[in-house]
Structures are given as C-alpha cells and as structure tokens.
C-alpha cells in the first residue's frame, strides 16, 4: 500500500518514509538502518565498525579464505601457481600479523603472491598493500578513479605507510563487466562508483569438492554524502543485479562481513 508522506515532508524525507515502509517488518528497518543511514541520520558510525576482534584464516571453500578483523577483512583466492587477494587490511601491522601467518598457516607461500585487488580507495583497504608490495613484489589493482589515493599525495597515507603503492588501474570508465586473469584464471570484475569514485565488484570463481561456484561481492556499502554518488551508488547495485542474475551466482562475500 502507497505510503503518503505529510504536507510539507522535505522530499529527502519521503523516500526516507516510502523505503521504511516498503521495508516494515524486513532487517533493513532496524539493524541494516542503524548501520546505513547513519551518514545522513545518525551522530556516528555503526558500532561494528569498532570491532577489531582478529579473525583467524578461515577456510571457506577449497580455493577460497577469509582473515582479518571482524570490521573489515579479505579473502584469499588461491590460484595455479600462488594466490590473490581481495582487500589488504588496514595497516602494515595487520599485514605482517594477520595476513602472513595466516597464509602460512593455510599452507601458503607469502611470496607466491600473484595480484592484490583493493575493492576501493579507502584506507582499510588497502593500507596493508604496501608492505606486501614492497615484501613480495605484488601487484596491486584499483580502479583507475581510485589510483591516486593509493599514492603519497594523499596525505592521509603518511600514518600508515611511507611512499606510493604502485598500481595497476582497472577502467572505472567501462560499465559493462571486465576479465581480469591472474595466474591463469578469470576474475569477472564491474566498475560500480559511488561509495567512492573507484570502486569494483565482481565475482570470484571457487571450488568445493570438485564443483565450481560463483561468489559476488559488492565493492562498498555505505550511504554515499552526495546526489551525482548517490546515483551512481543506486545504478551500480543494478547493474550488479543483472551481472548476478546472467551468471547465476551462487552467494556473496563481503570484506565487511557484517554487512554480507
């Protein structure tokens, strides 16, 4: 039933009370609201965002883990020869004890390391890359909107590590969905801007017992603070859709898990 807003409701307002409506009795009016609205209604950040709790390397699928922290973490796609990752941690200390002992702990050469994937430009991202790049030599790939703020211009990088990461950019420009193979395999990646300018999604191909599945991720959730974003946010979760939907996607992953 069409919900009708009072006289006079800001028009931000009332797709605030049609999407609470639409939404009445679902997650989203309580804890998904809570943790993403919080840019546009609330004082502060949802409180998982706090959580630092370590999570241990845990296996997922055959060729699949997950480490890192209960807030943000990455997954770890092992490969022919290697791996790759999917996010790189907040820090050169989360790299250094989280992601390498735990790769060791799956039986993973560190230095094998065949690419590293930062879903978008933000710190706890890709802080980690850094130290893994200069360590093993890794390649690190960004959306080419998010490129520079891998770099020391962006002064918010002094804190965590010193220098430039060098990367490789990935068209954020192109909106249909891209191939990038790393040590033999496919990686079906889409440019999806708005929770920042560069952000990817994409899909992982994992194994279980001898069968293929496919994982979508979705490369930043939370509310973006302007109209033109805001936009982009919205039509980038459809052409997700519609990428999940001609694939047939199995599940999804999220390097905030508590937003899966």
Known sequence: MATRSPAGTSEYQRHLD?????????????????QWCYS????????????????????MFDNLYFTGRRWVGQYVLTTPNGYFLLDALN?????????????????LNPATVKGIMPTHGHGDH?????YLQDTYGAPVYIGSEDAAALTAANTRNAAAFAGSIVTTS?????????????????????????HTVGTFSGILPVQQNGKSYKMIFWGGTGTPATL????????????????????????????????D
């Open 170 to 194: 990935l068209p954020n420009s192109v909106t249909t969905p891209q191939t990038l193979k790393v040590d033999g395999i496919s990686l079906t990646l889409l440019s999806t801007p708005g």
């Open 228 to 259: 033109p974003l805001s936009q982009a946010y919205l039509d980038g979760t459809e052409r997700l859709y519609q990428l999940a939907r001609s694939e047939n996607v199995d599940g999804t992953i999220h390097t905030h898990p508590f937003v």
């Open 126 to 130: 890709y802080n980690g890359a850094k």
């Open 18 to 34: 049609s999407a609470t409506a639409n939404a009445a009795g679902t997650e989203f009016a309580a804890d998904q609201r809570r």
């Open 40 to 59: 546009v209604e609330n004082p502060g950040a949802p409180p998982e965002l706090s959580n630092t709790t370590p999570v241990a390397m845990t296996k």
């Open 91 to 107: 820090s050169t200390d989360d790299a250094k004890n989280l992601t390498v002992p735990g790769l060791v702990s799956a039986g």
